[in-house]
């Protein structure tokens, strides 16, 4: 049972903006979204994470629309090396519940 | 810079053999966790030790064992490697951040 929909695939051009989407609608209120990225023969890596207000870090900006029930991981000037399996996920952040990867999306940065 | 390394990057090993997979992580992290991954089946959750000697299954634990004699240090054990045990095998540690992990490389392991 998803917490999280995500497209299987999307394609960017190089130095232009990529906007990842991830659909969250049974999100509750004290579940926070979080993304990570695997780049091919690589582990994940932690991008970003956010409860409700945007975020950016030097990595990534995340919006979350006020709903909470999508939000938009944008890579303002995305880089061939940007291409990745991106994983949005939704979890609780205290307790002991673990990260689930679902199947991720992946982004491919055309030159 | 955290840095989760792991000992062999490929591995292949014969069916019914003992494996050790071990994972180092050198920023005093206490909580440390062992993945595989695999096609379809994204990561999945085996073992994972939140101190030293203690341990928590997973989701998939059958099959495998860990050991946690020192902070820094998680083991992954496979008793008896079996084919259906050959796969991408991820080590974590998490940071400062309620779900920041720091991953290693992986090990890419095959059974024959």
């Known amino acids: 049972d998803a917490k999280t929909t995500q497209p299987t695939s999307m394609d960017c051009a190089e130095g232009r903006a990529a906007n990842l989407p991830c659909n969250h609608s049974?999100?509750?209120?004290?579940?926070?979204v979080y993304w990570y990225r695997q780049i091919h023969s690589q582990g994940p890596q932690y991008i970003i994470h956010g409860l409700k207000n945007n975020e950016t870090n030097e990595m990534a900006s995340l919006i979350i629309t006020e709903d909470r029930k999508s939000s938009t991981l944008i890579l303002p000037h995305a880089t061939l090396r940007d291409t990745a399996v991106y994983y949005c996920i939704v979890i609780n952040q205290g307790g002991s519940e673990k990260l689930v990867f679902g199947k991720g999306m992946k982004l491919t940065v055309n030159p | 810079d955290v840095k989760v390394t792991q000992s062999s990057r490929y591995l292949v090993k014969r069916t019914g053999e003992k494996v050790f997979l071990e994972c180092v992580q050198d920023?005093?992290?206490?909580?440390m966790f062992w993945y595989r991954q695999d096609p379809g089946l994204g990561l999945r959750l085996i073992y994972f030790s939140y101190d030293v000697k203690m341990k928590e299954k997973g989701d998939i634990p059958e099959g495998y064992s860990v050991s946690r004699e020192k902070k820094e240090r998680f083991s992954l054990i496979l008793e008896s490697a079996s084919t259906n045990q050959t796969s991408m095998y991820l080590c974590a540690s998490l940071g400062i951040l309620p779900h920041e992990q720091f991953f290693g490389p992986g090990t890419r392991l095959t059974v024959l």
């Open positions: 920023m005093d992290h206490e909580n």
């Open positions: 049974t999100i509750s209120g004290n579940e926070y």
